[in-house]
Nanobody, 115 residues
Framework: QVQLVESGGGLVQPGGSLRLSCAASGSIFSIYTMGWYRQAPGKQRELVAVISSGGRTNYAEPVKGRFTISRDNAKITVYLRMNSLKPEDTAVYYC?????????WGQGTQVTVSS
C-alpha cells in the first residue's frame, strides 16, 4: 500500500503564488510517475501536471508557463509551484502516484484564488 500526504493549499489573491507538496510512503519502487490533478465544483477531475522518474514533464494547457512540477526522489515527494494564480485555478488539488499497474491518490488539498 502507498500513502500520499498533501500540504500547501490555502487562500490566495489573484496573481499570487502557492507551493503544494505531496510526500509518499509505503511500497514504492524505483520507477514511478507522480502528478497533480484538480477538480473544481461541478467539473470533472483534470490533469494539471505529471512528472516521470526521469524528470520528463507534461502540463495541461491552462497552466503552462505558470505552474512548475518537480520531484525529490530521495524524499519521494512531488511539488507543484503555482504562480500568477487565477480564480479559474480554484479547485481541490490531488496528488497522484503510479507504478506498475497501480495508481494511488492523495486526500486532496483546497486551493482558493479570490480577492
Amino acid at each position: 500500500q502507498v500513502q500520499l500526504v498533501e500540504s500547501g493549499g490555502g487562500l490566495v489573491q489573484p496573481g499570487g503564488s502557492l507551493r503544494l507538496s505531496c510526500a509518499a510512503s509505503g511500497s514504492i519502487f524505483s520507477i514511478y510517475t507522480m502528478g497533480w490533478y484538480r477538480q473544481a465544483p461541478g467539473k470533472q477531475r483534470e490533469l494539471v501536471a505529471v512528472i516521470s522518474s526521469g524528470g520528463r514533464t507534461n502540463y495541461a494547457e491552462p497552466v503552462k508557463g505558470r505552474f512548475t512540477i518537480s520531484r525529490d526522489n530521495a524524499k519521494i515527494t512531488v511539488y507543484l509551484r503555482m504562480n500568477s494564480l487565477k480564480p479559474e485555478d480554484t479547485a481541490v488539488y490531488y496528488c497522484n502516484l503510479a507504478q506498475g499497474l497501480q495508481t494511488y491518490w492523495g486526500q486532496g488539498t483546497q486551493v482558493t484564488v479570490s480577492s
